[in-house]
């Protein structure tokens, strides 16, 4: 979102903030330990969120986390509303974020043709 107002990128922070810390100190799923929370994008009526996570324990774990945010989502709604002085508290949607993966791929295939670059380079 390119017109994303300050107060909404604050908000959208302050939220992901709180729910790390909720996800962290509050629930207890083995399989949501292994996450970590990238991003949140907000609606310019604050009533959807849209929180991107990586899984730090690989993709093979992605469907069991997948149904754990999904189930502990009306727990953390509730708590964000008692933490978050805002009029309306979002609807929660978690999405895995594969901009990390994207990255390292990137970076992979850069390293590898700097490599090949320089074992074609006469000495």
């Given amino acids: 979102m390119a017109n994303k ?4 990128a604050r908000v959208a922070e302050q939220i992901r903030r709180e729910l790390a810390d909720l996800l962290l100190r ?12 990238t991003a949140v994008e907000l609606s310019a009526d604050f009533a959807h969120a849209k929180v991107y996570f990586v899984a730090l324990a690989g993709d ?19 708590e964000l509303a008692h933490r978050l002085s ?3 508290t979002p609807q929660l949607q978690f999405v895995y ?8 791929a990137l970076s992979r295939l ?3 043709a700097v490599a090949s670059d ?4 006469p000495s």
Avoid at 97 to 104: K, L, N
């Fill in 118 to 121: 320089q074992a074609r380079k």
């Fill in 26 to 37: 509050e629930v207890k799923h083995p399989a949501i330990g292994a996450i970590s929370l």
């Fill in 60 to 78: 093979g774990a992605l469907p069991d986390i997948e149904a754990a945010l999904a189930r502990t989502s009306g727990f953390l709604r509730r």
């Fill in 97 to 104: 974020d594969q901009s990390v993966e994207r990255g390292a």
């Fill in 110 to 112: 850069i390293d590898e």
């Fill in 86 to 88: 805002i009029h309306t």
């Fill in 5 to 8: 107002s300050p107060r909404r």
